[in-house]
Nanobody, 112 residues
Framework: QVQVVESGGGLVQPGGSLRLSCEAS????????WGWYRQAPGKAHEVVAW???????TYASAVKGRFTMSRDNAKSAVYLQMTSLKAEDTGVYYC??????WGQGVQVTVSP
């Protein structure tokens, strides 16, 4: 079984940057894909970025060019570097492993 914990959320001004981290523990050898998702107030859950089992990284169109997802296999962790943040990026960001295991989420608020 795998557990994941996110960190790095916070309040940032529009145009600013934040870096989210997601660290896994437990049976990390079973991890074959990772994903970042978010849920804005009053909106549905949406995917932000994910890394497939082959290492391919895919981004949602809304964040492409602004967000960068990376992975550190030695640390069983993934990161989401977010730049040029907009108010519409506000929400709770979740890490997901193998389309099954979710973290508790971290709040990202983009506001003047």
């Amino acid at each position: 079984q795998v557990q994941v914990v996110e960190s790095g959320g916070g309040l940032v001004q529009p145009g600013g940057s934040l870096r989210l981290s997601c660290e896994a523990s437990g049976d990390t050898s079973s991890i074959y894909n990772w994903g970042w998702y978010r849920q804005a107030p009053g909106k549905a859950h949406e995917v932000v970025a994910w890394i497939s089992s082959t290492g391919t990284i895919t981004y949602a169109s809304a964040v492409k060019g602004r967000f960068t997802m990376s992975r550190d296999n030695a640390k069983s962790a993934v990161y989401l570097q977010m730049t040029s943040l907009k108010a519409e990026d506000t929400g709770v960001y979740y890490c997901n492993v193998n389309m099954q295991t979710w973290g508790q989420g971290v709040q990202v608020t983009v506001s003047p």
